[in-house]
Nanobody
């Protein structure tokens, strides 16, 4: 069983920045097909934020975060990061790291991922 571990969340004022990290090592190089980020605010469904696959040829972002958030990865250590700039109060949510063990047809669909972290809280004050 793989237990992804997120870190880097916290409280920040509007316009500030945070960098989230997720570790999900399997002990082997190129272990996972894809890793990504989702978020869930109170009273709302969990939504896709950003993801890419291990080959690096597919990357997607939620439209509202394009130009502000950047996903990156470390292939050697099975790490994925989310750099969040120009944060807005509407970005407030619990952010979850997700791992797809095998090929999935769409990186934006949360139901296709195999492993999930417990989440890290991001709170943006106005």
């Amino acid at each position: 069983q793989v237990h992804p571990v997120e870190s880097g969340g916290g409280l920040v004022q509007a316009g500030g920045s945070l960098r989230l990290s997720c570790a999900a090592s399997s002990g082997r190089t190129f272990s996972w097909y894809a890793m990504g980020w989702f978020r869930q605010a109170p009273g709302k469904e969990r939504e896709f934020v950003a993801a890419n696959n291990w080959s690096g040829d597919s990357t997607y972002y939620l439209e509202s975060v394009k130009g502000r958030f950047t996903i990156s990865r470390d292939n050697v250590y099975d790490m994925v990061y989310l750099q969040m700039n120009s944060l807005k109060p509407e970005d407030t949510a619990v952010y979850y790291c997700a791992v797809a063990r095998n090929y999935i047809s769409d990186l934006r669909h949360r139901g296709l991922y195999d492993y999930w972290g417990q989440g890290t809280q991001v709170t943006v004050s106005s």
